[in-house]
């Protein structure tokens, strides 16, 4: 099962590579990871999907975690009202045929067109996971030529920030 981890760390240069180097080292599969600075500048947040049997075997990645230096809390996000999203860049070939039925279906999806040339056309759109992987099935037929995408970002819903949710693993 995937489960959605919020790691807030000090913004330090090599975190992310500890955190990472952490998870990796012990056999679990970081399915996405994205980091930003919060709105401390001394805070990095880093959002964590990680793949786990079960809850026992993720309690041993947050223990593991929380042994390091420069983690401040980790709140799992996995069973929490949150709200997740995606960022995705994609490059599409395009004719000029194909480019009217190409827009069509980006305004389908609520993407948007961010660059245009004779043959390409990129696309960004924002959603969750599933919503992306669908707008990519669909751009397949018209012949993807790169996709670039963030990993997921969540952010629990209701007034608490993750710094001072109380739910930390």
Same mark, same amino acid.
């Given at each position: 099962?995937?489960?959605?981890?919020? &790691?807030?760390? $000090?913004?330090?240069?090599?975190?992310?590579?500890?955190?990472?180097?952490?998870?990796?080292?012990?056999?679990? !599969? *970081?399915?996405?990871?994205?980091?930003?600075?919060?709105?401390?500048?001394?805070?990095?947040?880093?959002?964590? %999907?990680?793949?786990?049997?079960?809850?026992? $075997?993720?309690?041993?990645?947050? !223990?593991?975690?929380?042994?390091?230096? %420069?983690? *401040?809390?980790? &709140?799992?996000?996995?069973?929490?009202?949150? *709200?997740?999203?995606?960022?995705?860049?994609?490059?599409?070939?395009?004719?000029?045929?194909?480019?009217?039925?190409?827009?069509?279906?980006?305004?389908?999806?609520?993407?948007?067109?961010?660059?245009?040339?004779?043959?390409?056309? &990129?696309?960004?759109?924002? =959603?969750?996971?599933?919503?992306?992987?669908?707008?990519?099935?669909?751009?397949? %037929?018209? =012949?993807?030529?790169?996709?670039?995408?963030? =990993?997921?970002?969540? &952010?629990?819903? =209701?007034?608490?920030?993750?710094?001072?949710?109380?739910?930390?693993?």
């Amino acid at each position: 099962m995937k489960y959605t981890l919020a &790691v807030l760390v $000090e913004n330090r240069p090599g975190v992310l590579t500890h955190v990472s180097g952490l998870i990796s080292r012990r056999a679990f !599969n *970081i399915e996405s990871i994205a980091a930003s600075h919060t709105e401390d500048p001394e805070m990095t947040r880093i959002t964590i %999907d990680v793949e786990a049997d079960d809850e026992l $075997e993720l309690e041993q990645v947050v !223990n593991q975690l929380s042994k390091l230096v %420069d983690v *401040i809390k980790i &709140v799992n996000l996995t069973h929490v009202d949150s *709200i997740e999203r995606e960022l995705a860049l994609i490059k599409v070939k395009v004719s000029k045929l194909d480019r009217s039925d190409l827009v069509d279906i980006v305004e389908i999806f609520r993407a948007k067109v961010v660059d245009v040339n004779r043959d390409t056309m &990129v696309i960004e759109l924002t =959603g969750e996971e599933s919503k992306i992987n669908a707008f990519c099935a669909v751009l397949a %037929d018209f =012949g993807i030529i790169e996709i670039v995408r963030t =990993g997921k970002i969540a &952010v629990s819903r =209701g007034a608490l920030a993750a710094k001072d949710d109380a739910s930390e693993c």
